[in-house]
């Protein structure tokens, strides 16, 4: 009886692990023209600017972009990436994301960055 009642508890412990779609609004306009020349053009930049809007991300504070690159071994999968931000005041912010329909599904601070609360 024990092992069943530990099924729901494993349950709701697993979901804890599941990641949730970053917010995204109306990319501000500066921000949009910044990660647009940072990004040169990249077909997802709207998508970036609108998640790193949501998170106030000031347009001064994106200092480089980069897009590691990928081989598609597996046509017609999605094809997940990740775009690297890196910060004027140090730290990168990570946003995932599938390219092939522009949808941001992760962010995730790295080097010493600290991602603001939304709210």
């Not at 804890?16 to 109306?26: D, F, L, M, R």
């Not at 647009?36 to 998170?55: K, M, Q």
Request: hydrophobic letters at 40%; aromatic letters at 6%.
């Amino acid at each position: 009886m024990t092992e069943i009642r530990a099924i729901p508890l494993w349950a709701l412990l697993l979901s804890g692990c599941a990641n949730v779609e970053p917010p995204s609004v109306t990319p501000d306009p500066a921000v949009a023209a910044r990660v647009r020349t940072l990004s040169g053009n990249d077909p997802c930049s709207d998508a970036f600017a609108g998640v790193l809007t949501a998170y106030r991300i000031a347009p001064g504070r994106l200092s480089s972009f980069d897009l590691p690159p990928v081989s598609r071994e597996h046509p017609g999968l999605p094809l997940l990436r990740q775009a690297w931000f890196k910060l004027s005041g140090g730290g990168s912010l990570v946003l995932g994301y599938d390219a092939d329909q522009c949808l941001v599904t992760d962010i995730t601070p790295r080097d010493g960055a600290v991602l603001p609360a939304i709210g």
